[in-house]
């Protein structure tokens, strides 16, 4: 039995995994003024965020279409695919997982299951490469589950925002919440675990990487540890110099650019973590 890995855009995986493993992504739409770009082929993230500030309409993004989901599952089954598993970007985040299932429902052919990661960024993208490590060993969608399941549960994103005005500009919080985040230059820290976004508000940048990193610690011993940033990589690497007690000895960490989907909600200058917790 022949399994397919299919994900979105919002997963962050590098594209060298994604080609290891035979991961299908499907791209998210990210409009700017009249004009609209497919995440990850038409607009490169560093530009993306340089010309943030600046764009004269703020970008939005919008899910793929249920006709480009009923393509990329009518091109796995012409793979060789019998079994279709659809992983996305958390429901309580996007409509993706949704625009998915309604695809599959109309798809008649190989047995597509859509699974929601509960995540975001990189938290997604573990989901979706322990299915596709499971696909390619063998197992079958009814094995993989339960395994997702339980690391859904184990994995956690910490992020500190550098400011609260995209946020505003996007529309994802309330107006008066921004303009008092603004005045008292709050750094707010987003948490994301099972499906349940929640944030924390903090004064300063420096307290804000510090409670990074107690939260990670907090989360006990890790099986996997690396950093997510919005085009910010030497703010990263400097937020790993602080916190390379809490990586396992050896491991090179993923230096992540996290996609302008999501970017457009959170800015430039994010940093933070995405780990999993020993089992």
């Given at each position: 039995?022949?399994?397919?890995?299919?994900?979105?855009?919002?997963?962050?995986?590098?594209?060298?995994?994604?080609e290891k493993h035979e991961i299908t992504v499907l791209p998210l739409y990210i409009h700017i003024g009249r004009?609209?770009?497919?995440?990850?082929?038409?607009?490169?993230?560093?530009?993306?965020?340089?010309?943030?500030?600046?764009?004269?309409?703020?970008?939005?993004?919008?899910?793929?279409?249920?006709?480009?989901?009923?393509?990329?599952?009518?091109?796995?089954?012409?793979?060789?695919?019998?079994?279709?598993?659809?992983?996305?970007?958390?429901?309580?985040?996007?409509?993706?997982?949704?625009?998915?299932?309604?695809?599959?429902?109309?798809?008649?052919?190989?047995?597509?299951?859509?699974?929601?990661?509960?995540?975001?960024?990189?938290?997604?993208?573990?989901?979706?490469?322990?299915?596709?490590?499971?696909?390619?060993?063998?197992?079958?969608?009814?094995?993989?589950?339960?395994?997702?399941?339980?690391?859904?549960?184990?994995?956690?994103?910490?992020?500190?925002?550098?400011?609260?005005?995209?946020?505003?500009?996007?529309?994802?919080?309330?107006?008066?919440?921004?303009?008092?985040?603004?005045?008292?230059?709050?750094?707010?820290?987003?948490?994301?675990?099972?499906?349940?976004?929640?944030?924390?508000?903090?004064?300063?940048?420096?307290?804000?990487?510090?409670?990074?990193?107690?939260?990670?610690?907090?989360?006990?011993?890790?099986?996997?540890?690396?950093?997510?940033?919005?085009?910010?990589?030497?703010?990263?690497?400097?937020?790993?110099?602080?916190?390379?007690?809490?990586?396992?000895?050896?491991?090179?960490?993923?230096?992540?650019?996290?996609?302008?989907?999501?970017?457009?909600?959170?800015?430039?200058?994010?940093?933070?973590?995405?780990?999993?917790?020993?089992?």
């Amino acid at each position: 039995m022949s399994i397919k890995i299919i994900t979105d855009s919002t997963c962050d995986l590098p594209d060298d995994l994604i080609e290891k493993h035979e991961i299908t992504v499907l791209p998210l739409y990210i409009h700017i003024g009249r004009r609209s770009y497919l995440d990850r082929i038409d607009m490169n993230r560093p530009d993306f965020y340089n010309g943030l500030p600046s764009f004269s309409t703020h970008p939005t993004t919008a899910a793929p279409s249920p006709a480009m989901f009923s393509e990329a599952y009518l091109k796995a089954e012409s793979q060789g695919a019998d079994e279709i598993l659809s992983i996305h970007i958390s429901e309580s985040l996007s409509a993706v997982p949704d625009v998915a299932r309604i695809a599959a429902e109309s798809f008649s052919s190989a047995a597509v299951t859509v699974f929601d990661s509960q995540q975001l960024s990189l938290g997604a993208g573990y989901i979706v490469l322990e299915a596709a490590k499971a696909a390619q060993e063998g197992k079958t969608v009814a094995e993989i589950l339960p395994m997702l399941e339980a690391l859904t549960r184990r994995t956690y994103v910490f992020a500190a925002l550098d400011t609260l005005e995209y946020l505003k500009r996007s529309g994802r919080m309330h107006f008066a919440l921004a303009t008092i985040g603004s005045l008292l230059q709050l750094k707010p820290i987003l948490k994301m675990n099972q499906g349940n976004p929640t944030s924390e508000r903090i004064r300063t940048r420096e307290k804000a990487i510090r409670r990074l990193i107690q939260l990670v610690e907090n989360v006990g011993p890790l099986e996997r540890i690396d950093l997510v940033h919005t085009n910010a990589p030497g703010q990263a690497e400097g937020l790993f110099y602080r916190a390379r007690h809490l990586f396992p000895s050896g491991n090179k960490p993923l230096s992540v650019n996290v996609t302008p989907v999501l970017g457009a909600h959170l800015g430039p200058n994010v940093i933070g973590f995405a780990c999993i917790a020993k089992g």
